[in-house]
């Protein structure tokens, strides 16, 4: 995305898939229901643009709040009758931010509602691109460098990143695919107790910041280097057959599986909600395209887990 001032993120290139939230604010509610989301992470990597997504769906949005004001904010905004969903862009330049916003979380669920923390984030290559592409200095870099303010603020943010409900890598992602992350994220379906992105990647444009479990496919056969194959991609039946088809793949794909419904059965036990899967090859079109989308059919149907799938780097050569 290229617009700082939104927070938004850069590359106009991959491909993506994910869902929605509605519900106007100030609708009435039990407390049961009140949700309440707190965007944070560093700047240039996309606050402003996923408070945007939450405001069309209906959220009760505050932008750049300091963290000491979240205790207030749902009493400022109630007016007799609380809004259902709050969602608050936390401003991170208080020096006592990290204290502050763990108080305004206590206060919250102390007032009936479920905050949520999303962290969001991009390589330090990334926010330079996009603060440079609009010639804006970074907030915290003073008389120093741009790269001085994100490094500050990277190390103001480590802990406040670590404890977050999730973390959303947006290096490789555009408005739009930012915008989906969000919805799917903030689907309000209760049955679902964890979400879980399954994602392809290419090796060359990085690993997933956000990624929680790497798978590498670099050990099969490129379909690449089939020149009748090279200009389709993992979804195409073709390079599908060619990946798949290649010996001990299937026995690969169901030794992951068992792996991660193992890992699911944890994960639900410790109340985690959500866990990216990022299965990578050099370039993210053939094979990791290919068996990410093989590897959700063989997870799905499991009770209180909902999958996505995201090729992050589909399209980007």
């Not at 979240?70 to 905004?77: E, H, K, S």
């Not at 379906?189 to 290419?202: C, I, Q």
């Amino acid at each position: 995305m290229t617009d700082v001032d939104a927070d938004a993120t850069a590359s106009p290139d991959p491909a993506v898939d994910p869902g929605g939230a509605d519900t106007a604010a100030g609708s009435e509610v039990s407390a049961d229901h009140r949700e309440f989301v707190l965007l944070t992470g560093m700047s240039g990597a996309g606050r402003s643009t996923a408070a945007n997504v939450l405001e069309d769906r209906g959220w009760y949005v505050v932008d750049n709040i300091p963290a000491r004001m979240l205790a207030d904010l749902v009493d400022v905004v109630s007016g007799g009758v609380r809004p259902q969903k709050v969602a608050a862009v936390v401003d991170v330049r208080s020096r006592d931010f990290t204290t502050e916003l763990s108080a305004g979380i206590r206060t919250l669920e102390a007032k009936g509602y479920t905050p949520r923390t999303i962290f969001v984030d991009s390589t330090d290559e990334a926010l330079v691109r996009r603060f440079e592409s609009v010639r804006r200095p970074h907030p915290l870099q003073g008389d120093g460098l741009l790269l001085d303010g994100i490094h500050k603020e990277r190390r103001m943010l480590g802990d406040i990143r670590s404890g977050a409900d999730v973390v959303i890598d947006t290096t490789g992602y555009n408005v739009h695919q930012l915008g989906l992350a969000v919805d799917e994220l903030l689907d309000t379906d209760v049955t679902v107790r964890l979400r879980m992105a399954v994602l392809s990647f290419g090796f060359k444009y990085g690993i997933p910041l956000d990624a929680d479990v790497v798978l590498d496919l670099r050990f099969l056969v490129n379909p690449y280097w089939q020149p009748e194959l090279r200009k389709f991609t993992g979804r195409d039946e073709r390079v599908r057959d060619y990946v798949l088809g290649q010996s001990g793949v299937d026995a690969y794909l169901d030794a992951v599986a068992q792996m991660l419904n193992i890992a699911m059965d944890g994960y639900l036990a410790e109340g985690r909600r959500y866990v990216t899967v990022a299965i990578g090859c050099t370039g993210g079109k053939h094979r990791s395209v290919a068996v990410t989308e093989e590897l959700v059919k063989r997870l799905e149907g499991r009770p209180g887990v909902a999958l996505t799938t995201f090729h992050r780097d589909l399209g980007r050569e």
